[in-house]
């Protein structure tokens, strides 16, 4: 379908995405912004492609609002240079401007370039931000990756869970999904300050941590390491792992000076994902919608969530809030750890409901008191980053806890293989880990706190420094 005003807009597109992108790239002196490590593994992708036609040639990268992703499309479409063409189009803006889907924005742009797709003789690449807001996304990346070997799509899009519900097998064999995560300490740390990280230490950490034989191998490997990890913190000032934890685990946060406004802005970033993401994939109606806002400040107080109190105090119907919950955890906004066990005893117990960062839940935190504030909550806010470092380092996982009394706060399985890890600020001893051991049966134990390297033989288990933990 021809579209005049489509096709000048897409020439537009075009002629000004240069300069509209820099200014996502470059500061008002005209300096760089750092780019994140996940840059350079797309840039190889698309370095790789540019050589020999490699694959993939579709790269789909979800991640919740807030992450960069659009900052990410803008540093690669920049990056690219000589005989390329490229186009720049933020699918949500033209669709809802034109009312158009994605066939109708290449329709135009094939009648705007006086050739088919099929027809190109050099490498042609698309940066699409925001293509969920096509709900038939999924079939337009397959055609396009049937129709041409000369066409590569970056594309971004809203959390994995919602993106990868939406496709079948064959088109999952043509895409490849590579998660835009919140930001870890040590990229904090480079995008801040300029702070080079210690080279390959975060996989060196991954693999001693949790891949293991026992506590003994864990310990001895980071014992190898203790001292490049103290000397890396010799110089980080003692209040900025405090800081992190509120607001740097969104990389557009690192710009801001003031606190409020970083608030503030993560205060948008959940209502967009309510009101465009979630009312995009589930039918609530605007009266629900408008109750998840407190569902999220009730969760900020607490961990464990009672379906039926909840409800109690909402006003709403349990089956209700389940739905609820579930988008928000398919949304990207929190991380759903059940309680460890048969699937009946975990039907009886709560869930536990983690914030995907902890800036999600200081935002919220924040409007309830100002004095005392990350001192009175600084466990639940360990615990979402824990848990964040976990859904981001390790594949194939799952994640629970052990919901009796007592119990640790996180139980790693993978086949036969468990961790058991617990997590503090301050002094930590091992009896929440004593208790689960006897229930789980693990490879090993691991406490994440503030004590120094320690291991116990009888226990199996190894005090990790949080210190260490973040350098993943």
Known sequence: MKNKELQKYIQTQISQSKKRLESLSFNSEGKSFFRRNIFYNLNDLLNDFLKKRGEPRIVVMPGLRGMGKTTLLAQLYLSLEGDVDKLYLS???AIKRFDVDLWDIIENYEELMGRHIEQIDKPLIFFLDEIHYDKKW????????????????????????????QINADIARRVYFLDINPVHFSEYMLLKYGKTPIKNINEDLKNIIFFSKNAKEVFDELKKIESKIKKYWL??????????????????????????????????IISKVIYADISQFYNFEVETLNRIDRVLYLISDTLGVSILKLSEALEIKPDTLRLI??????????????????????????????????????????????????????GSLLEDMICMYLNSILKNFSLSYDSREGGADFIISNLNRKIILEASFGEKSYRQIVETSKRVKPSYNLIISSNDLEYSEELNAVKVPLKYFLLM
Do not use: W
């Open 91 to 93: 699918v949500e803006e």
């Open 138 to 165: 999924a079939f337009f990346l397959k055609s396009m990756y049937d129709r041409s070997r000369n066409v590569m799509i970056f594309c971004t899009g809203s959390s994995a869970l919602l993106l990868k519900e």
């Open 235 to 268: 110089d980080i000032d003692k209040f900025e792992f405090e800081k992190y934890v509120k607001f740097g685990t969104f990389p557009f946060t690192l710009r801001i000076e003031n606190d409020s406004i970083a608030i503030n802005f993560i205060s948008q």
């Open 325 to 378: 919950l579930k988008s928000l955890e398919t949304s990207g906004i929190v991380s759903r750890v059940s309680p460890f066990g048969a699937h009946f005893e975990q039907v009886k117990k709560p869930s536990k409901y983690l914030f995907s960062t902890p800036s999600l839940r200081f935002s919220y935190l924040s409007s309830k008191e100002s004095i005392g504030l990350f001192e009175n909550y600084k």
